[in-house]
């Protein structure tokens, strides 16, 4: 890991330091490789709090174990996408999936209900048994675009899902950004996310932020410790600088006093 000579000569926001409990940037590996991997991990380590292995690639991809002990050594959370969970469970092989990820260094498991074939008590009763071994990252909203999306409903399912002892809980969007709390066209659900941060612990959910104009407005409306999640690999660096006010998009810019 590369030795950093961090400046401090500009009036920033202040910003937690690794291991943070808010302002996570939860970041999508898609499946790259080791070797991007590690020099993404060597550059930007300090900004990504989680990697979310998307879908089932964990479970096809033979370098996995190498994965997770070059997000172990930098200090980053590995999980696995709940959409892998919801396919074992269906299956009936959530036990295998434990011991399998345990073996190979996973440190998170993501449960979910996107495909809406897992009933929330069920969905709470994995949560309580797999926080026994893993950080658990609980998901409301289905994949479904055109699934409706009630505020209630997700308040309700949200809070269940903390209580039965989910670490965070993430509002879904998808890596598209179009749907759960997006419309179709990329834009927020203002309503769902101001009764979100209302009636729940904001520190605790992740909001699900694939496009930069949709982590722009959550920066603004809930400020620059808001988590957010579905992070591109490339855009780690970016959104740090969305969070420091560094890119003209949450740039407040104060002229320096003349002598």
Same mark, same amino acid.
């Given at each position: 890991?590369?030795?950093?000579? !961090?400046?401090?000569?500009?009036?920033?926001?202040?910003?937690?330091?690794?291991?943070?409990?808010?302002?996570?940037?939860?970041?999508?590996?898609?499946?790259?490789?080791?070797?991007?991997?590690?020099?993404?991990?060597?550059?930007?380590?300090?900004?990504?709090?989680?990697?979310?292995?998307?879908?089932?690639?964990?479970?096809?991809?033979?370098?996995?174990?190498?994965?997770?002990?070059?997000?172990?050594?930098?200090?980053?959370?590995?999980?696995?996408?709940?959409?892998?969970?919801?396919?074992?469970?269906?299956?009936?092989?959530?036990?295998?999936?434990?011991?399998?990820?345990?073996?190979?260094?996973?440190?998170?498991?993501?449960?979910?209900?996107?495909?809406?074939?897992?009933?929330?008590?069920?969905?709470?009763?994995?949560? !309580?048994?797999?926080?026994?071994?893993?950080?658990?990252?609980?998901?409301?909203?289905?994949?479904?675009?055109?699934?409706?999306?009630?505020?209630?409903?997700?308040?309700?399912?949200?809070?269940?899902?903390?209580?039965?002892?989910?670490?965070?809980?993430?509002?879904?969007?998808?890596?598209?950004?179009?749907?759960?709390?997006?419309?179709?066209?990329?834009?927020?659900?203002?309503?769902?996310?101001?009764?979100?941060?209302?009636?729940?612990?904001?520190?605790?959910?992740?909001?699900?932020?694939?496009?930069?104009?949709?982590?722009?407005?959550?920066?603004?409306?809930?400020?620059?410790?808001?988590?957010?999640?579905?992070?591109?690999?490339?855009?780690?660096?970016?959104?740090?600088?969305?969070?420091?006010?560094?890119?003209?998009?949450?740039?407040?810019?104060?002229?320096?006093?003349?002598?």
């Amino acid at each position: 890991m590369a030795v950093w000579d !961090r400046p401090d000569f500009l009036e920033l926001p202040e910003r937690d330091r690794k291991p943070r409990s808010r302002g996570l940037s939860h970041v999508l590996d898609k499946g790259i490789t080791t070797a991007a991997l590690e020099a993404l991990l060597d550059q930007a380590a300090d900004f990504v709090d989680v990697l979310k292995i998307g879908w089932g690639i964990a479970y096809v991809d033979p370098t996995i174990k190498q994965r997770a002990a070059l997000c172990t050594a930098a200090g980053v959370t590995l999980s696995l996408g709940g959409t892998f969970l919801e396919v074992c469970e269906a299956q009936g092989r959530v036990d295998e999936l434990r011991r399998w990820a345990a073996g190979v260094g996973i440190h998170a498991i993501e449960v979910s209900d996107g495909l809406q074939a897992i009933t929330p008590a069920r969905k709470a009763e994995l949560i !309580r048994s797999l926080s026994a071994d893993f950080v658990v990252f609980a998901e409301t909203g289905a994949k479904d675009g055109h699934a409706p999306v009630v505020t209630e409903q997700w308040l309700s399912e949200m809070a269940t899902d903390l209580e039965a002892g989910a670490a965070w809980v993430i509002s879904e969007g998808r890596e598209s950004g179009t749907v759960g709390m997006y419309h179709d066209d990329g834009s927020v659900r203002v309503e769902l996310v101001d009764a979100i941060a209302a009636r729940l612990p904001v520190d605790r959910v992740i909001f699900e932020a694939p496009r930069k104009a949709q982590q722009s407005w959550l920066i603004h409306h809930l400020g620059p410790d808001v988590n957010l999640g579905n992070i591109p690999l490339d855009e780690v660096l970016p959104l740090e600088t969305l969070r420091l006010g560094l890119r003209a998009d949450t740039a407040v810019v104060r002229a320096a006093a003349l002598p």
